[in-house]
Protein backbone atom coordinates (compact mmCIF):
# COMPACT_ATOMS: atom_id res chain seq x y z
CA UNK A 1 0.00 0.00 0.00
CA UNK A 2 1.47 3.39 -0.83
CA UNK A 3 2.15 5.63 1.80
CA UNK A 4 1.84 9.17 0.34
CA UNK A 5 0.98 11.11 -3.04
CA UNK A 6 3.83 13.49 -3.85
CA UNK A 7 1.71 16.16 -5.98
CA UNK A 8 5.03 18.11 -7.59
CA UNK A 9 6.82 15.72 -9.78
CA UNK A 10 9.49 16.63 -12.50
CA UNK A 11 11.42 14.32 -14.57
CA UNK A 12 15.03 14.38 -14.15
CA UNK A 13 15.16 12.87 -17.54
CA UNK A 14 16.76 14.29 -20.96
CA UNK A 15 13.81 15.53 -22.59
CA UNK A 16 12.72 17.80 -19.94
CA UNK A 17 16.08 18.92 -17.81
CA UNK A 18 18.13 19.44 -21.15
CA UNK A 19 15.41 20.28 -23.83
CA UNK A 20 12.59 21.78 -22.39
CA UNK A 21 14.37 23.77 -19.63
CA UNK A 22 17.50 24.18 -21.38
CA UNK A 23 19.15 27.32 -20.24
CA UNK A 24 17.07 27.72 -17.35
CA UNK A 25 17.92 24.16 -15.64
CA UNK A 26 21.67 25.41 -14.49
CA UNK A 27 20.51 28.59 -12.49
CA UNK A 28 17.77 25.87 -11.00
CA UNK A 29 20.26 23.66 -9.58
CA UNK A 30 22.62 26.66 -8.59
CA UNK A 31 19.15 27.56 -6.59
CA UNK A 32 18.75 24.37 -4.65
CA UNK A 33 21.73 23.73 -5.04
CA UNK A 34 21.62 20.33 -6.02
CA UNK A 35 23.07 18.73 -9.03
CA UNK A 36 20.23 16.60 -11.23
CA UNK A 37 21.30 13.56 -12.13
CA UNK A 38 19.66 12.36 -14.98
CA UNK A 39 17.74 9.18 -14.99
CA UNK A 40 15.96 6.99 -17.49
CA UNK A 41 11.92 6.33 -17.02
CA UNK A 42 12.27 2.61 -15.32
CA UNK A 43 14.80 4.46 -12.77
CA UNK A 44 12.28 6.87 -11.92
CA UNK A 45 9.62 4.23 -11.31
CA UNK A 46 12.05 1.94 -9.56
CA UNK A 47 12.48 5.11 -6.90
CA UNK A 48 9.05 5.79 -6.49
CA UNK A 49 8.10 2.07 -6.12
CA UNK A 50 11.22 2.16 -3.54
CA UNK A 51 9.64 4.98 -1.63
CA UNK A 52 6.00 3.61 -1.30
CA UNK A 53 4.59 6.43 -3.22
CA UNK A 54 2.43 7.99 -6.12
CA UNK A 55 3.84 10.76 -7.57
CA UNK A 56 2.13 13.47 -9.71
CA UNK A 57 4.25 13.83 -13.16
CA UNK A 58 3.78 17.34 -14.66
CA UNK A 59 4.11 18.28 -18.17
CA UNK A 60 5.58 21.73 -19.37
CA UNK A 61 4.85 24.25 -21.90
CA UNK A 62 5.85 27.53 -22.07
CA UNK A 63 7.35 27.99 -25.78
CA UNK A 64 5.88 31.40 -26.34
CA UNK A 65 7.80 32.89 -24.10
CA UNK A 66 10.72 30.62 -23.69
CA UNK A 67 11.05 29.77 -26.91
CA UNK A 68 11.69 26.09 -26.06
CA UNK A 69 9.80 22.94 -27.41
CA UNK A 70 7.36 21.36 -24.46
CA UNK A 71 7.65 18.18 -22.81
CA UNK A 72 4.69 17.20 -24.20
CA UNK A 73 1.46 15.53 -22.56
CA UNK A 74 1.77 12.35 -24.63
CA UNK A 75 5.09 12.13 -23.20
CA UNK A 76 3.65 12.18 -19.52
CA UNK A 77 0.84 10.06 -20.74
CA UNK A 78 2.75 7.22 -21.85
CA UNK A 79 4.65 7.08 -18.72
CA UNK A 80 1.75 6.96 -16.91
CA UNK A 81 0.18 4.21 -19.10
CA UNK A 82 3.09 1.73 -18.48
CA UNK A 83 3.43 2.41 -14.54
CA UNK A 84 -0.36 3.17 -13.98
CA UNK A 85 0.24 2.32 -10.45
CA UNK A 86 3.00 4.75 -9.83
CA UNK A 87 2.20 7.78 -11.40
CA UNK A 88 -0.76 10.10 -12.24
CA UNK A 89 -0.15 12.73 -14.95
CA UNK A 90 -1.33 16.80 -15.21
CA UNK A 91 -1.27 18.13 -18.64
CA UNK A 92 0.36 21.71 -19.61
CA UNK A 93 -0.86 23.41 -22.32
CA UNK A 94 0.49 27.57 -23.52
CA UNK A 95 -2.30 29.85 -22.67
CA UNK A 96 -0.76 31.60 -25.40
CA UNK A 97 -1.31 29.29 -27.65
CA UNK A 98 -5.50 30.19 -27.31
CA UNK A 99 -8.27 28.17 -28.81
CA UNK A 100 -5.23 25.69 -29.79
CA UNK A 101 -4.45 25.26 -25.97
CA UNK A 102 -7.75 24.82 -24.73
CA UNK A 103 -8.28 21.77 -27.78
CA UNK A 104 -4.90 20.21 -26.66
CA UNK A 105 -5.99 20.59 -22.66
CA UNK A 106 -9.52 18.53 -23.74
CA UNK A 107 -7.45 15.97 -25.77
CA UNK A 108 -4.78 15.58 -22.79
CA UNK A 109 -7.58 14.74 -20.76
CA UNK A 110 -10.24 12.87 -22.55
CA UNK A 111 -7.69 11.04 -24.90
CA UNK A 112 -4.47 11.00 -23.08
CA UNK A 113 -5.96 10.17 -19.11
CA UNK A 114 -4.24 12.83 -17.85
CA UNK A 115 -5.76 13.99 -14.42
CA UNK A 116 -5.10 17.81 -14.44
CA UNK A 117 -3.82 20.61 -15.19
CA UNK A 118 -0.41 22.44 -14.71
CA UNK A 119 0.89 26.05 -15.19
CA UNK A 120 3.53 27.86 -13.94
CA UNK A 121 3.15 31.69 -14.90
CA UNK A 122 6.33 33.08 -14.14
CA UNK A 123 7.79 31.06 -16.94
CA UNK A 124 4.52 31.23 -19.47
CA UNK A 125 4.31 34.57 -18.61
CA UNK A 126 0.45 35.42 -17.60
CA UNK A 127 -1.88 36.55 -15.27
CA UNK A 128 -3.78 33.50 -14.25
CA UNK A 129 -7.09 35.74 -13.63
CA UNK A 130 -6.42 37.07 -17.07
CA UNK A 131 -9.78 37.25 -19.16
CA UNK A 132 -8.37 36.27 -22.45
CA UNK A 133 -7.23 33.08 -21.09
CA UNK A 134 -10.49 32.40 -19.32
CA UNK A 135 -11.72 29.82 -22.03
CA UNK A 136 -9.16 27.44 -21.32
CA UNK A 137 -10.14 28.03 -17.55
CA UNK A 138 -13.43 27.35 -18.32
CA UNK A 139 -12.44 24.12 -20.23
CA UNK A 140 -10.76 23.21 -17.05
CA UNK A 141 -13.58 23.43 -14.84
CA UNK A 142 -15.82 21.80 -17.29
CA UNK A 143 -13.77 19.09 -17.80
CA UNK A 144 -13.67 18.60 -13.70
CA UNK A 145 -9.62 18.49 -12.92
CA UNK A 146 -7.75 20.46 -10.24
CA UNK A 147 -5.64 22.95 -11.79
CA UNK A 148 -1.81 23.64 -10.24
CA UNK A 149 -0.21 27.11 -10.59
CA UNK A 150 3.41 27.58 -9.58
CA UNK A 151 3.41 30.57 -7.03
CA UNK A 152 6.03 32.66 -4.99
CA UNK A 153 9.99 33.04 -5.73
CA UNK A 154 11.35 30.99 -8.69
CA UNK A 155 14.26 28.73 -8.84
CA UNK A 156 14.34 29.13 -12.99
CA UNK A 157 16.78 32.06 -13.30
CA UNK A 158 17.49 32.73 -10.10
CA UNK A 159 20.66 34.65 -9.42
CA UNK A 160 21.08 35.69 -12.51
CA UNK A 161 20.77 39.12 -14.04
CA UNK A 162 17.21 39.60 -14.69
CA UNK A 163 16.21 36.46 -13.69
CA UNK A 164 16.32 35.32 -17.63
CA UNK A 165 13.22 37.18 -17.96
CA UNK A 166 10.97 35.55 -15.81
CA UNK A 167 8.84 38.49 -13.48
CA UNK A 168 7.79 37.17 -10.14
CA UNK A 169 4.54 39.41 -10.12
CA UNK A 170 3.09 36.56 -12.09
CA UNK A 171 3.48 33.96 -9.04
CA UNK A 172 1.50 36.12 -6.28
CA UNK A 173 -1.27 34.02 -5.37
CA UNK A 174 -3.73 37.64 -5.28
CA UNK A 175 -4.32 36.16 -8.78
CA UNK A 176 -5.45 32.69 -7.69
CA UNK A 177 -7.89 34.74 -5.36
CA UNK A 178 -9.59 36.21 -8.32
CA UNK A 179 -9.55 33.09 -10.17
CA UNK A 180 -11.45 31.24 -7.50
CA UNK A 181 -14.02 33.65 -7.27
CA UNK A 182 -14.68 33.66 -11.05
CA UNK A 183 -14.68 30.02 -11.53
CA UNK A 184 -15.86 28.59 -7.90
CA UNK A 185 -16.27 25.16 -9.47
CA UNK A 186 -12.32 25.07 -10.04
CA UNK A 187 -10.22 23.33 -7.74
CA UNK A 188 -7.34 25.51 -7.68
CA UNK A 189 -3.79 24.58 -6.50
CA UNK A 190 -0.86 27.33 -5.07
CA UNK A 191 2.00 25.25 -5.80
CA UNK A 192 5.10 26.01 -3.20
CA UNK A 193 4.85 27.99 -0.17
CA UNK A 194 4.00 31.13 -2.04
CA UNK A 195 6.98 32.77 -0.25
CA UNK A 196 7.18 36.48 -0.15
CA UNK A 197 3.47 36.21 -0.13
CA UNK A 198 2.67 33.55 1.69
CA UNK A 199 0.00 35.04 4.09
CA UNK A 200 -1.65 36.09 1.04
CA UNK A 201 -2.16 32.56 0.50
CA UNK A 202 -3.36 31.71 3.95
CA UNK A 203 -6.01 34.78 3.10
CA UNK A 204 -6.60 33.60 -0.06
CA UNK A 205 -7.44 29.77 1.40
CA UNK A 206 -9.34 30.99 4.62
CA UNK A 207 -12.12 33.11 1.90
CA UNK A 208 -11.80 30.60 -1.33
CA UNK A 209 -12.74 26.96 -0.20
CA UNK A 210 -11.71 25.72 -4.01
CA UNK A 211 -8.45 26.90 -3.06
CA UNK A 212 -5.18 24.52 -1.89
CA UNK A 213 -1.24 24.96 -1.55
CA UNK A 214 1.36 22.30 -2.02
CA UNK A 215 3.95 22.40 -0.18
CA UNK A 216 6.72 21.49 -2.94
CA UNK A 217 9.98 23.15 -3.53
CA UNK A 218 11.12 23.80 -0.30
CA UNK A 219 12.53 21.97 3.15
CA UNK A 220 10.22 21.88 6.01
CA UNK A 221 13.26 23.26 7.63
CA UNK A 222 12.68 26.96 5.49
CA UNK A 223 8.76 26.95 4.80
CA UNK A 224 7.69 29.77 7.31
CA UNK A 225 6.66 28.45 10.40
CA UNK A 226 2.74 30.45 9.97
CA UNK A 227 2.70 28.48 6.41
CA UNK A 228 2.96 24.81 8.12
CA UNK A 229 0.76 25.67 11.40
CA UNK A 230 -2.27 26.39 9.55
CA UNK A 231 -1.53 23.33 8.10
CA UNK A 232 -1.75 21.34 11.04
CA UNK A 233 -4.65 23.04 12.17
CA UNK A 234 -7.55 24.92 10.80
CA UNK A 235 -6.34 24.77 6.80
CA UNK A 236 -5.43 21.08 7.42
CA UNK A 237 -7.88 20.08 4.87
CA UNK A 238 -6.69 21.76 1.86
CA UNK A 239 -2.41 21.02 2.40
CA UNK A 240 -0.57 18.72 -0.25
CA UNK A 241 2.56 17.21 0.53
CA UNK A 242 4.90 17.95 -2.77
CA UNK A 243 8.57 17.24 -3.31
CA UNK A 244 9.60 19.18 -6.33
CA UNK A 245 11.64 16.11 -7.10
CA UNK A 246 14.35 16.09 -8.56
CA UNK A 247 15.50 19.50 -7.48
CA UNK A 248 14.27 18.51 -3.60
CA UNK A 249 14.10 14.45 -3.06
CA UNK A 250 10.66 13.14 -1.50
CA UNK A 251 13.20 11.32 1.39
CA UNK A 252 15.01 15.14 2.08
CA UNK A 253 11.63 16.66 2.65
CA UNK A 254 9.88 13.67 4.61
CA UNK A 255 13.47 13.71 6.88
CA UNK A 256 13.16 17.18 7.48
CA UNK A 257 9.35 17.12 8.52
CA UNK A 258 9.49 14.62 10.93
CA UNK A 259 10.36 16.63 13.62
CA UNK A 260 7.61 18.96 13.31
CA UNK A 261 5.76 17.97 16.56
CA UNK A 262 2.77 19.72 16.06
CA UNK A 263 1.41 18.28 13.22
CA UNK A 264 -0.84 15.58 14.67
CA UNK A 265 -1.33 11.59 13.34
CA UNK A 266 -4.55 12.96 11.55
CA UNK A 267 -3.35 16.23 10.10
CA UNK A 268 -0.13 14.28 8.66
CA UNK A 269 -2.61 11.54 7.27
CA UNK A 270 -4.38 14.34 5.11
CA UNK A 271 -1.19 16.49 4.22
CA UNK A 272 0.88 13.05 3.08
CA UNK A 273 -2.43 11.47 1.10
CA UNK A 274 -5.89 12.28 2.21
CA UNK A 275 -6.11 15.36 0.61
CA UNK A 276 -4.63 14.44 -2.75
CA UNK A 277 -6.70 11.30 -3.03
CA UNK A 278 -9.53 13.70 -2.85
CA UNK A 279 -8.58 15.89 -5.04
CA UNK A 280 -7.55 12.50 -7.60
CA UNK A 281 -11.04 10.71 -6.72
CA UNK A 282 -11.64 10.69 -10.45
CA UNK A 283 -8.75 8.68 -11.22
CA UNK A 284 -7.08 5.26 -9.80
CA UNK A 285 -5.48 6.72 -7.05
CA UNK A 286 -9.12 7.47 -5.58
CA UNK A 287 -9.79 3.61 -5.39
CA UNK A 288 -6.26 3.08 -3.50
CA UNK A 289 -5.71 2.16 -0.26
CA UNK A 290 -2.81 4.27 1.69
CA UNK A 291 -0.86 3.39 5.04
CA UNK A 292 -0.64 5.75 7.97
Known sequence: MPRAIDFHVHLPTTEFMQVTLGPYAKAAERYFRTEVKLKDIEQIAADYAELDMIGVLLAWDAETATGLPPLG????????????????GFASVDPHKGKAAVKEMERAVKELGLA??????????????????????????????????????????????????????????????????????????????????????????LHKTNLYNDLSGWSPKRIPEVLLREAATRLQDRFLFGSDYPFITPQRWLKDFEPLTYFQPEAREKLMWRNAQKLLAHTQVGQMTFSS
Open 116 to 205: GAKFHPGVQAFYPNDPQFYPLMEKIQELGIPALFHTGTNGLGAGTPGGMGIKLDYTRPIYLDALAADFPDLTIIGAHPSWPWHEEMIAAM
Open 73 to 88: NDYVAAIVERYPHQFV
